[in-house]
């Protein structure tokens, strides 16, 4: 089992900046794949980014450039560190998680607001 709690969000505006943590609690951090989903109203959860163990990345093709997802496995933190935000950024960015060995996202934080708007 794995508990996961996020923190860093927010209001900014456009062009501006934001760091996403996520703090995991409860099994071994280094055996999951950690990633970062968002939901705006009215469309699908979709995935940000996700880092492996070794800290190899995913990112979908609209955050690529603007957005980094990090880790600390001593820490049993995941990072997401948000810049050049656009208005169409605005959504609650969920943590999650799965093991290394499964496809599925087993295990959801809460989720945080972030809004970007002027």
């Known amino acids: 089992q794995v508990q996961l709690v996020e923190s860093g969000g927010g209001l900014v505006q456009p062009g501006g900046s934001l760091r996403l943590s996520c703090a995991a609690s409860?099994?071994?951090?280094?055996?999951?794949?950690m990633g970062w989903y968002r939901q705006a109203p009215g469309k699908q959860r979709e995935l940000v980014a996700a880092i492996i163990s070794g800290g190899s990345t995913h990112y979908a093709d609209s955050v690529k450039g603007r957005f980094t997802i990090s880790r600390d496995n001593a820490k049993n933190t995941v990072y997401l560190q948000m810049n050049n935000l656009k208005a169409e950024d605005t959504a609650v960015y969920y943590c999650a998680a799965r093991r290394v060995d499964t496809s599925a996202w087993s295990y959801w934080g809460q989720g945080t607001q972030v809004t970007v708007s002027s």
């Open positions: 409860g099994s071994i951090f280094s055996i999951y794949v």
